[in-house]
């Protein structure tokens, strides 16, 4: 029996969210009353009407990612060949092609594992996420790395976003180049749309082996298929220990009342925050190395699905609150006095582990000196923990509404409840604040002026705008 | 000669700042009038006179760094025996005493740096920075290293951080049992007050290798200093050509009048989004990997100072305003949607830089393909540029204000001119914001809750204090 199917296992890992500091028993006024969460009730239970509605219409594609059992088999089948010989694998993507992938790795990989021999990690290859264009970004990090021992996974849902193509078609020049064509063919995998777009068609083509992320689902919304999985099951994470943790999320949220349903009361407290409470500034910040990647994760999920300028109804609203990522206790000596003291626009969600995998004690070594006296016999564990209990309770004395999200330990199963719980808390405030949680307008601008600027055909109006744009004034130019 | 010794190659690497599409001329209403910045002269004026009398009288310590060339030597006599044995570095340290050090790496040393065989780095050890206390990152991180081959430099401007002196006791005790006394002594270099404080007075009893930070040089002003230079030198980075390039736009500031003082203009413009324009959020974003860190050193330096409840005549002031730190293109696919169409309560800062280290061709493979073929031909140098030109236009076109500090390439003497900027441009926002740039209250609190639950002797009414809280209620916490 796998631990995940052991009920009594799965008790011990059930993510837990702790809101007193954010309430008006705490904090007086700044805090929200329970009578705010009341009022909202009736607006969670229509919402959970429609979701279950859209759900069931396949509108909510990222919801049966964690019942899509095949994905695991197709990755062990793409992966096989590829351990035989693979000690390095890169990611070429962006967005939500990356910061999953990227998110997995750093919290359930060790923090060397890119650095360990292969033997000390299961003859797994390391995970490197190439996430920008930048040419010294880019050929740096190759420039490390073996190239007849490196493959590629190439992710675009739309199979059309310009940066990973150019990544892709510079990459495979370059291995075309270095160990021939048809070895250089087999060092790509591509994850894409199942049918549709220039990367489906190309993997056709140059015979490329690939995996689909399905046609429901956005780019933001996938690190539960292909898109994360694959980058994870190669590296030696427990796949089907975190779809586990996911669908255990489901069920959970299934079953609870919407009124004590943890997806909606994130979504209800970070929603009030933003609105009536007037702290348009959500700050996620993990006390766990191990989690930051996930506060990247979801700062882009967060910020790309809600920051709207209009309604569904059409209505001018620029909604949304703007994600910020720190990281306890880091953050302590570099955020946290704008935190207490500066302006009051901001609503701190805190991420705990309780357990860790390593205990530290921190050994006794200078009994008569008072500033290191204090910390012998005490642990890392317990000093991380206080910090983080002295942070949250000296927040609440200044009346700065905060709240935890408790993770018992941080394994698949625990990061797949995050994932899942984040992801409906955010289509859950998509309703909340009347907007479309799945696409992303605003950035169709500038990807037209690029395409104008680069002489894609069919953009000569974008091109002809920006020449045409008035000029910078020198008087604001300082040299 | 040095390169930045000769003047032609100089004046070809002067960072340039363009604020065009922060005004009015631009954005119209949103955009700032060139009357308001008029309106500011006076006071940047006076500003100018305050800090030139300040800096005489020792008060702005970290405006001389630049000019501690006996520094350079230090570091040298120090790196000479480490460099016979030593393979990696290790940073203990966490806010200014980590994150400089850490944004020069990533500047100025390549992205594989780390993973590199000694050959290709000269000889140079690797450098990592060690700025938290969850024992899975601390362990995990030296879990990688070879332990007889791994140099720790331990910074606390104080001597008194708990976090530091923590992972200091855990890291001696644990090298002198594998290595023995006498090689552990010499595995540790402290960087401290010159005087006082425990460390300093441990380097002493321990005989520890030892650098200072001079006493008038708080930890978020301390890059310039052996906090940055140590670990920069070691790691094979040109220190002098970074000193120079801060002197050099020391020498430039000091030669422009207030109105065109490039540093002022930027405090100027930050202060007057943050108050005028109601625009309290400041998204940093450069268009390079290499300037990661930087971002993240900045937003630090910028909090910390700014971020003030009170003001310098102690009114409730509530100041300063929240940076966040972005990255392009990266981010395009995630942060911003929400810049182009969420809350009109930022101004973004890019950071472009002219010219990288490697031209990369995007080869022309698929030429009957339209979405490849346009890229053909072009390089990602190109891309990224136009992509940061996209984005700036279309950002202005939707009126949310931006601006771009030019870098004509990335290396030390254009990475010191842009610290120095930084540095007195915060200088100069927290006289306009009108608060102590140099102190931090807000976090004395929960420091001083931590000793009490560590149980420090002294802070037991801070103990007493947190046990009598009023306890958490179960109806907000979630299970």
């Known amino acids: 029996m796998k631990r995940h199917e052991d009920p009594k296992w799965v008790q011990k890992m059930i993510l837990t969210l702790d809101h007193n500091y954010a309430m008006a028993e705490f904090l007086g006024e700044p805090g929200l009353k329970e009578s705010d969460l009341h009022d909202l009730a009736p607006r969670l239970q229509v919402l959970d009407q429609d979701l279950a509605a859209q759900r069931q219409n396949g ?20 992966a096989k060949p590829l351990l035989e010989w693979c000690w390095d694998v890169v990611v070429l993507g962006i967005g939500g092609s990356a910061l999953g ?33 930048d040419p010294d970004s880019f050929y740096g990090l190759l420039d490390g790395l073996d190239m007849r021992r490196t493959g590629f996974i190439v992710v675009s849902k739309s199979g059309n976003t310009a940066e990973t193509l150019a990544q892709f078609l510079w990459a ?25 777009g220039p990367l489906r068609r190309l993997a056709a083509e140059e015979h490329l082996a690939s995996l689909s992320v399905p046609a429901n ?15 994870a099951g190669l ?49 996620f910040m993990p006390y766990a190395g191990a989690l930051a990647g996930m506060a990247e994760w979801f700062c882009q999920l ?27 206790v880091t953050d302590q000596h570099s955020q946290l006095q704008l935190y207490m003291e500066g302006p009051p626009d901001k609503l701190i969600t805190f991420l705990a582990v309780d357990k860790f995998k390593n205990d530290l004690e921190i050994p006794a070594l ?23 209990q002295a942070t949250a309770f000296n927040l609440m004395k200044a009346d700065r509404p905060n709240m935890t999200l408790h993770l018992p330990e941080v394994n698949p199963f625990t990061i797949g409840q995050l994932i899942f719980l984040l992801e409906v808390a955010t289509v859950a405030a998509a309703g909340l604040f009347g907007v479309n949680a799945f696409d992303q307008p605003g950035v169709e601008g500038g990807k037209q002026t690029t395409y104008g600027l680069m002489g894609r055909p069919g953009f000569d109006n974008e091109r002809d705008e920006f020449a045409a744009a008035p000029p910078a004034l020198e008087k604001y130019r300082i040299v």
Do not use: C
Not at 109 to 132: E, I, S, T, Y
């Open 59 to 78: 509108q909510l594609g990222f919801m049966a990612l964690p019942y899509q059992d095949q994905v695991v088999k197709q990755i062990r089948q793409v």
């Open 235 to 283: 590296t030696g994470i427990e796949v089907e220990e975190l779809l586990a943790g996911a669908r255990f999320m489901d069920q959970r949220l299934k079953d609870a009342v919407p009124d004590s349903n943890p997806a909606y009361r994130l979504a209800a407290l970070y929603y009030l925050f933003a609105t009536a409470k007037h702290r348009p500034n959500l700050v």
């Open 172 to 196: 495979y020049q370059f291995l075309k180049n270095r160990l021939g064509e048809d070895t250089a063919r087999q060092r790509f995998i591509i994850v894409t749309d199942p049918e549709k």
């Open 217 to 231: 689902v956005g780019g933001r919304f996938s690190v539960l298929s292909a898109v994360g999985l694959l980058p």
């Open 366 to 388: 200078y009994p008569d000196q008072e500033a290191f006296s204090y910390l012998g016999g005490h642990s890392l564990n317990e000093l991380i923990r206080v910090e983080h």
């Open 302 to 328: 967060w910020a790309e699905s809600l920051g709207k300028e209009r309604d569904l109804a059409g209505n001018l609203v620029q909604a949304g609150s703007t994600p910020i990522r720190a990281l306890g």
């Open 101 to 133: 992938a990227r998110a997995l790795h750093q919290a359930l990989r060790p923090p060397q594992h890119n650095k360990f021999p292969m033997g000390r990690r299961n003859h797994k290859p390391g995970l490197w996420v190439a996430d920008n264009i």
